[in-house]
């Protein structure tokens, strides 16, 4: 079994600034991609960031310039350090990532962490 455990939400005022993060354990060969993924009350599951396993990164218009995503791979990490926050960036923030593994090293399967709720005061 793989899981994927997100930490660092909360609360926090316009313009403030937080870092989450997310750790990946269990029957992993290979991390391709991880990203993170976000949900606000009535609205779809949108995308927010996502980097492949040389660096690669790819964002949503509205949070570029102000998040960054980065990985460790070694500890199976990915992390997201927001900046410059507003009130629209609130929601329910998902980790994601697609992890072959040692039985079937071919084939990536998509995982996902239990949501990490960030809500920004205005």
């Known amino acids: 079994q793989v899981q994927l455990v997100e930490s660092g939400g909360g609360l926090v005022e316009t313009g403030g600034s937080l870092r989450l993060s997310c750790s990946a354990s269990?029957?992993?060969?290979?991390?391709?991609?991880m990203g993170w993924y976000r949900q606000a009350p009535g609205k779809q599951r949108e995308l927010v960031a996502t980097?492949?396993?040389?660096?690669?990164?790819n964002y949503a218009d509205s949070v570029k310039d102000r998040f960054t995503i980065s990985r460790d791979n070694a500890k199976k990490t990915a992390f997201l350090e927001m900046s410059s926050l507003k009130p629209d960036d609130t929601a329910v923030y998902y980790c994601?990532?697609?992890?072959?593994?040692?039985?079937?090293?071919?084939?990536?399967?998509?995982?996902w962490g239990q949501g990490t709720q960030v809500t920004v005061s205005s």
């Open positions: 994601n990532a697609k992890i072959r593994s040692p039985t079937y090293p071919l084939r990536a399967n998509d995982y």
């Open positions: 269990g029957r992993i060969f290979i991390i391709d991609d």
């Open positions: 980097i492949g396993r040389g660096g690669i990164t």
